[in-house]
């Protein structure tokens, strides 16, 4: 795309090229603006998911021992989650488009706190499952509402800085989660021992319902569509047949059942595609409408969050594992760890907007090389000190990857919505998260399995390395197609 392309107005954009769906509807037509106690409280819902799919992470060897889960089990309570949540994520947009964003806000929190209290109270390791499974449904229902509120409450620099907000507010949830988990574990709380990873979600969750009812406005679409049965089990089935087998096909031994799931997902995602268009050409409204995916924001941006955070998903679960397993470090110890990448992820992300606003977005450029910088720095560490590692040898590397994570994810996330309608604001954010969480979940198992599979033969250090390298080749792929991204950035 050319520079002069780049810099046209709005208005002769629009005049030379019919755009692909209907322009944005006014905020003030879809409800009052939100306030920052209305941010604070939305964006307090979008951590709360992103916290629990990685706070089990360094519970996960005493929930082992506790329920004699076993390696399939704890796969499950991790990948249960994650599947779930991926699963429902659009539905969970469409339906707060049609019903009100507010009133799913509300609901999808209270679900949220109840599954948390059933996670923490599992009597059993299957209970858990089937609790953490319930909680990720839970999940879908809230956090689409979180960027469908914002995207319809919000406008110019406002809309922004919310949305620069919202992508910091993801990252150092991911990273947070992990440290909270092994201080909550460490602590053991009345001698609730992991059972506080989860608990601890209700008196959050009982403090965001009552700010949501205060501060955050109705919003709902000017145009309610009806739920596209066909495209939600499609894309059901296209998630969950891909997903699943490659979270528990390690555990399991890879069974029958885990290949021919493999075998059914290019037929199930190849249906859903074909029903979704169908859908937009006959004239109703598809789950994911074919329209909303021409917008070269939007589709470049999805492409980039895959390998994205297929590393970062990755990284931080066999980041766990390796250093309570391989360097004997207590669940404290292992969280604070991340405590340079959570401060580093904070500063960039502060620094970004204005760092936007001169360079574009080839400040996502810069942060991939940077977060390749921090990964050369741990691969140093760990092939030079394994294994008397010590906190502060990988500590510089963890802050530099930090530093190039936070220059990165809350920039792609501000891009990806800015050409998205208000009254699609829902779906939008539906698909961007959808596609996040389903990268997530598939850097735990593939990135996961490598790096489990490798230790009997290579040793702890060898398949960490490994892991590593495969991290950086996620990370030099995202790099390399931000190269593509529009340069200026709204």
């Given at each position: 795309?050319?520079?002069a392309t ?13 755009s692909p ?7 003030a ?8 106690l ?21 519970a ?16 499950l309570?991790?990948?249960g ?26 609901t ?6 109840l599954?948390?209290l059933?996670?923490g ?9 089937g ?8 999940a ?7 960027l ?20 910091a ?5 991911m990273?947070?989660?992990q440290?909270l ?13 992991w ?5 601890v ?7 965001g ?9 109705e919003?709902?679409s000017?145009?309610p ?5 066909p ?6 089935l ?11 096909g390690?555990a ?13 997902f ?9 029903t ?18 021409r ?16 590393g ?5 679960f066999?980041?766990?594992?390796a ?6 470090m207590?669940?404290?110890a292992?969280?604070?760890?991340l405590?340079?990448?959570a ?14 606003g ?23 560490a760990?092939l ?5 590692l ?17 220059l ?49 033969a290579t ?12 991290q950086?080749?996620m990370?030099a ?14």
């Open positions: 795309m050319s520079e780049l810099r046209k107005s709005p208005s002769s954009s629009q005049s030379s090229s019919p769906l209907p322009p944005s509807v006014p905020a037509r879809h409800g009052a603006a939100l306030g920052p209305g941010l604070f409280t939305v964006l307090l819902g979008a951590a709360l998911p992103l916290i629990d799919f990685f706070i089990v992470n360094v996960l060897p005493t929930i082992d021992h506790d329920l004699a889960a076993g390696p399939a089990v704890l796969e309570i991790v990948g989650y994650g599947v779930s949540y991926a699963v429902l994520l659009v539905l969970g947009g469409r339906l707060g488009d049609t019903a009100g964003r507010r009133r799913l806000f509300l999808g929190m209270a679900a949220f706190g599954t948390s059933a996670c109270l599992a009597p059993t390791a299957w209970t858990l499952v609790a953490r499974v319930a909680q990720g449904a839970a879908a229902l809230m956090l689409p509402q979180v469908a509120t914002i995207q319809a409450t919000t406008q110019g620099p406002r809309r922004a800085r919310a949305m620069s907000l919202y992508g507010t993801a990252g150092l949830s990273v947070a989660g440290i988990g092994g201080v909550l574990v460490a602590a053991d709380v009345a001698g609730s021992g059972r506080s990873v989860f608990l979600n209700v008196p959050v969750v009982l403090l319902l009552v700010l949501a009812v205060r501060a955050v406005p919003t709902r000017d145009r569509a009806s739920v596209d049965v495209g939600t089990l499609l894309l059901a296209s998630l969950v047949s891909l997903l699943l087998p490659l979270t528990e390690r399991t031994g890879w069974p029958l059942w885990t290949w021919v799931s493999l075998g059914v290019p037929f199930a995602a190849t249906a859903f595609y074909r979704e268009r169908r859908a937009d050409r006959l004239g109703r409204t598809p789950l994911v409408p074919p329209s909303l995916l917008l070269e924001s939007l589709r470049r941006g999805l492409v980039m969050v895959v390998p994205f955070s297929i970062f998903s990755g990284f931080m066999v980041v766990a594992v250093l309570q397993q391989g360097l004997r207590g669940p404290v292992a969280g604070l760890a405590v340079p990448m401060v580093a992820f904070f500063a960039a992300s502060l620094a970004g907007p204005r760092l936007v001169r360079f574009g977005s080839r400040v996502v450029t810069a942060g991939g090389v940077l977060q390749a910088v921090g990964i050369c720095l741990i691969l140093s760990v030079r000190g394994w294994p008397d010590g906190l502060a040898a990988l500590a510089p590397g963890v802050a530099v990857a930090g530093l190039g994570q936070g990165q994810l809350p920039v792609l996330m501000r891009l990806m919505l800015s050409d998205v309608p208000a009254d699609r604001a829902g779906v939008g954010g539906g698909v961007m998260v959808t596609t996040q969480q389903s990268a997530l979940a598939l850097g735990v198992a593939t990135l996961g399995s490598l790096f489990l599979a490798m230790v009997p040793g702890m250090r060898d398949a960490l390395a490994a892991t590593l390298l495969v950086l080749a990370i792929l995202t790099a390399l197609l931000s190269l593509r991204l529009p340069r200026l950035v709204r």
